[in-house]
């Protein structure tokens, strides 16, 4: 496994994090919590990832209505303080947790709450890393900083970034952390693939600039670049596109799927697997620091590390950029 430092923090982490948002159901949607792995399943891709060394585990509060975390800190009881001595837990907040007004968000009274929640599920005694899960128009920003520079100011969280924001509002956030002498967000964890290459616009070039880390979610893009969707078939049962496929329809287009039969080929041609491939090329570009993935079965555990095995030279890394028009990422 190969570590990177976290933006310009002194963390490292494993290029590749395992993403837990199906741990107990699909994500924060409350239509699927109870869905997605069971606790027993969680615990094999958590034991692999482990085995791996991946000390990278990336969860939030809303994940399966709780279930996520709670599956997490049951494993980490079971492999004691040794093991969570030498991993990175991240969780998040903003998503609801509950049908009340004050169950959502980014207000003091919901952070504080749910850092306490989180760290209970979890069974440990602070969050490594804390993300705020997207921005929360209707609370002021310097109530959600000093929320949050309380709870590292009490060992509750040691590093705090933020998920699903815009460059502009990341500067805003800085800004005002530097004014009041807060802490400030340190990395951004973004959608980022051969198929949203959105960041490269503003985000990864502030990043760049500023020192501050960026991972990437949903670097395999809700599954399109593993080759399971394929042009005038049906979509495969429990698929994304047939669960939560709003945030991919725009790629069901034929300048989308030629793209992909061509990455296939270009996969065969180097003999390792689309997903491999495509992760490959995240991890390449220079300012990611990690890639998130969420592995259903051990199988794409094993298909996600293999693409720490592949090196892309830079007329490599471009060819593959090649392959999907950039208008698909400006839906």
């Known amino acids: ?31 699927f919590f109870g869905m997605g792995e069971t606790e027993a399943q969680a615990a094999e891709l958590l034991d692999r990832a482990w085995d791996a060394g991946v000390n990278l585990l990336d969860t ?58 989180s760290l209970a599920r979890l069974a440990t005694d602070r969050l490594d890393l804390y993300l705020i899960h997207e921005p929360d128009p ?21 590093y705090v970034g933020a998920s699903n924001i815009e460059a502009w509002r990341m500067a805003v956030a800085r800004g005002l952390s530097d004014l009041h002498r807060l802490v400030r967000f340190e990395w951004v964890q973004n959608s980022y693939s051969l198929l949203d290459r959105s960041a490269e616009r503003e985000m990864l070039p502030f990043c760049a600039d500023q020192r501050v ?38 790629l069901a287009v034929e300048r989308v799927f030629a793209g992909l039969d061509r990455l296939a080929e270009a996969a065969r041609e180097r003999g390792v697997t689309m997903e491999a491939l495509s992760l490959a090329w995240v991890l390449h570009q220079p300012h990611v620091d990690a890639a998130i993935v969420g592995p259903r079965t051990p199988a794409h555990l094993a298909s996600a590390l293999a693409a720490l095995d592949i090196a892309l030279s830079a007329e490599e890394a471009g060819a593959l950029t090649a392959l999907f028009p950039r208008s698909i990422h400006e839906h």
């Open 60 to 117: 939030a509060d809303a994940y399966g209505g709780g279930r996520s975390e709670q599956f997490i800190g049951n494993w980490l009881r079971r492999k004691g303080s040794a093991v969570r001595d030498r991993l990175v837990v991240s969780s998040k907040v903003f998503n609801p947790v509950g049908p009340g007004p004050n169950q959502r968000g980014l207000s003091r009274l919901h952070i504080a709450r749910q850092i306490d929640a």
């Open 1 to 31: 496994m190969n570590y990177q430092r976290l933006g310009s923090t002194g963390v490292k982490i494993s290029r590749l994090g395992l993403g837990c948002g199906n741990f107990g159901g699909i994500g924060s949607a409350p239509a």
């Open 213 to 250: 880390g960026f991972t990437a979610f949903s670097p395999l893009a809700g599954g399109w670049l593993t080759g399971k969707y394929r042009h005038q078939q049906a979509y495969p049962a429990g698929s994304r596109m047939t669960l939560r496929p709003e945030p991919y329809t725009h």
């Open 138 to 158: 209707t609370t002021p920003l310097d109530e959600t900083l000093r929320a949050l520079d309380d709870a590292v100011r009490a060992g509750k969280l040691l």
